[in-house]
């Protein structure tokens, strides 16, 4: 499927959904948009409502450690056998489609149409949808029954694809707006403010905007933190880093907003789920000794977030960066935000190899903003990255940490390297 490309907009969606008879239609959903936390915002908000009784459905994008965490129902993944099952149905459907000279669906559609005909299969109370890119021409925006569209931070991403402007973008990303739906929305720059704040005054939907402020933090480190927000308290969460901030903030705001729709979530169910809640690839730990992060921090936002909680977790550390990047992002500025503090720099090659950004070349972007205690090395392989990190990491008694970032796609790759440079079989357990 993959040689049809990307392309926004509903048709060929609805056509292929036409054929499996709309399973969309007998679904609810709470569909998340936004630039950076749309994951966690989706794992924090479908955990919650497992642990509260409810079938929820997850369907996510990027994956980190398999394809198969795409589709989920309270956080177990499709098996290898319904995905067959399903993608037989599918293929049967194309090909009805192709008879009547109709388009052929990309990847994204097909995987979008197989999660809304499990999750109808599986009779799920709620899914909790992310978007792929963008919002009002995405193929997830052809759902109806739309309960709450969430909103996590917006900011330039995907320029010229789905907006030329932070203004744009956003006016894009408020298509999942859908009339008489209840918005909750992250902490957003004043402008991006009045334009969902717009939307959503004029298809009659209640607007609430998260307060991160009125979170209070007892207790943080770099494996999560403890705290309160308006009147849950004493809360656990097992996600660090400083974007989990707003993302909690506006998963409980998003659990609100379900309670007064009638929906019966206890004060215990947001508590067990919290304390449930993992996600790969969102400042993870994979080693204390030496510490080992990977986090896909991919534009600028999420760069400037991951140095922050550099600054907050390892003040006083030697930090060690495996970065590897698309060529279609906006790499330099990632590069310098976080590289001025690292000690050294290892790039690599992402397995997408025609997006991808060689090492070379994120070298020698590194290396123009070096300064005279960085060293940066462009490896040929992510494994070479990871073990030489490692190494160097473990080396002396100096405290040192290394950090993954620029793309969640290759993260799982550096998780498999780490299974093999760790040979403590406790710590190999934790990765």
């Not at 933190?225 to 996600?239: D, E, P």
């Amino acid at each position: 499927m993959s040689k049809y490309g990307s392309v926004l907009g509903l048709d060929t969606i609805r056509g292929l959904l036409r054929e499996l008879g709309n399973p969309q239609d007998d679904l609810k959903f709470i569909h998340i948009a936004g630039t950076n936390g749309k994951g966690s915002v989706l794992a924090y908000t479908s955990m919650i409502l497992s642990k509260a009784g409810y079938k929820t459905g997850r369907y996510v994008s990027p994956t980190v450690i398999s394809y198969l965490e795409k589709i989920q129902i309270d956080g177990k993944w499709i098996s290898e056998s319904e995905f067959a099952e399903i993608m037989e149905e599918i293929k049967e459907a194309i090909d009805r489609l192709v008879c009547k000279g109709e388009p052929v669906p990309t990847v994204f559609e097909v995987e979008t149409a197989m999660a809304f005909l499990y999750f109808k299969k599986q009779k799920c109370d709620l899914v909790v949808l992310e978007t792929g890119l963008g919002g009002e021409t995405d193929a997830t925006n052809v759902i109806k029954n739309t309960v709450c569209a969430v909103f996590a931070t917006i900011s330039v991403d995907h320029l010229g694809v789905i907006g030329d402007t932070l203004e744009e973008i956003a006016q894009t990303k408020s298509g999942i707006i859908k009339p008489g739906c209840t918005v909750v929305s992250a902490r957003q720059q004043e402008n991006v403010r009045l334009i969902l704040q717009k939307k959503a005054e004029s298809l009659n939907c209640i607007y609430t905007e998260a307060e991160p402020e009125q979170m209070s933090i007892e207790k943080e480190d770099y494996k999560g933190l403890t705290f309160s927000y308006k009147k849950y308290a004493h809360m656990q969460n097992h996600i660090a880093g400083e974007c989990q901030r707003e993302n909690l903030s506006v998963a409980l705001e998003v659990i609100e907003s379900l309670r007064k729709l009638g929906y019966q979530i206890e004060e215990g169910a947001v508590r067990d789920g919290l304390d449930a809640t993992r996600w790969a690839g969102r400042f993870t730990c994979l080693s204390e000794d030496p510490v080992v992060i990977v986090d896909g921090a991919h534009n600028e936002d999420a760069a400037k977030k991951l140095r922050t909680s550099i600054e907050r977790y390892f003040t006083g550390e030697e930090l060690i960066l495996i970065m590897g990047v698309f060529k279609d992002k906006e790499y330099e500025k990632i590069v310098q935000i976080l590289c001025p503090s690292a000690k050294r720099v290892y790039t690599v090659d992402l397995p997408n190899k025609e997006r991808t950004l060689p090492a070379e070349k994120l070298a020698e972007c590194v290396r123009d903003c070096m300064t005279e205690q960085l060293s940066v090395y462009a490896e040929k392989s992510i494994g070479d990255a990871v073990a030489k990190a490692y190494t160097y990491a473990t080396e002396d008694s100096g405290k040192r940490v290394v950090i993954a970032c620029g793309s969640l796609s290759y993260l799982s790759e550096v998780i498999r390297c780490m299974e093999g440079c760790v040979q403590n079989p406790q710590r190999k357990e934790r990765i």
